[in-house]
């Protein structure tokens, strides 16, 4: 696929979600939840547990699917994509380390939404280093930082991800 036809594709499938997220979210502030399908319920959930962001899922302006300015400008959307992706592996339990690092999360105290968040950041960081290289997105990497981050306190998982993005990986070291 050519670089513009991949940029159109990101775009459109950012409009789709923008949507959906945009109709769930008007869906439950109306008190209409029961009109819901399983999956948009369970995206309900994650919306409502990030209402500060609620401005966004009810400005149509931006239902274009145009991009957030990079580094600059939080973008709402890619958190909940994420939170869903992380949502979907847990409930699968795929990968087994996402389900083992956040019940192992919850057993030092953490809350699941907080447990949430650290499998987003350590899925964010393999994500981007994954479309940085042009290559196929690193399970292995993905699965060994969770494992990795599980034998730490939370205060030391930021740490562990910087250490791992700050060498050249090289899979006979790790």
């Not at 939840?33 to 401005?55: F, P, T």
């Amino acid at each position: 696929m050519s670089d513009n036809a991949a940029r159109k594709s990101e775009k459109v499938q950012r409009m789709l979600f923008r949507r959906t997220v945009h109709r769930v979210w008007q869906l439950v502030k109306s008190g209409r939840r029961g009109e819901l399908s399983d999956r948009d319920d369970q995206l309900a959930d994650i919306l409502l547990e990030h209402e500060q962001y609620g401005g966004h899922f009810e400005d149509t302006r931006i239902l274009d699917g145009g991009a957030y300015e990079k580094g600059r400008t939080f973008n709402p959307f890619l958190h909940i994509s994420t939170h869903q992706m992380v949502e979907d592996q847990l409930s699968t339990e795929n990968p087994i380390e996402a389900t083992l690092f956040c019940e192992t999360m919850e057993d030092r105290g953490c809350s699941r939404h907080e447990a949430i968040h650290f499998i987003i950041m350590i899925l964010l960081h393999v994500m981007y280093a994954s479309a940085s290289s042009k290559r196929s997105f690193d399970t292995a990497r993905y699965k060994r930082l969770l494992k990795r981050c599980r034998e730490v306190e939370p205060s030391e998982i930021d740490r562990v991800i910087e250490e791992d993005y700050s060498t050249k990986y090289r899979p006979d070291l790790h």
